[in-house]
């Protein structure tokens, strides 16, 4: 099924069944965690819903395909990945994803054709794409330190 979702952009219904096959009702077709990928870097709005309950699963889902695509040259390094694994039960995590969030949005966001990431968009002199990516890790981990000292005091 498909809706209009948040600020204009379309939105996607994706069923995920107990066999852990994904259906989009609305193309009335299977996909796969790649196709889910694909409509997301597209800038569509992907909720997936379990088939039977109703239950929302789109941050389970979506996590999945964040870190079954992550490789020795992932966005995120071990260190960053431990202390967020660490701060998860943290009073004051949704602090904390309020602060990833606004770093996020300051980074430039992906040009796509057809789901496939051709160029970052971004003002002259924003350098390469991977220091970008480092600045960003950097911030997550500055706001990971001061997490942790508001939890010390």
Known sequence: MTELGEVGRPSVIIRKYANRRLYDAGRSRYVTLDDVAAMVGAGTRV?????GS?????????AQIFFEGENGDGLLDEGVLTRLIQ??????RGVLSRHISQALDTFPRPKTTGGEVVAFTGGPGE????????ALQARLRRLIG???RTRSK
């Open 47 to 51: 909720r997936v819903l379990a088939a």
């Open 54 to 62: 109703g239950a929302d699963l789109t941050r389970q889902v979506l």
């Open 87 to 92: 701060l998860r039960h943290h009073p004051e």
């Open 127 to 134: 350098g390469p794409a991977r220091a970008r990516i480092d």
């Open 146 to 148: 001061e997490a942790d």
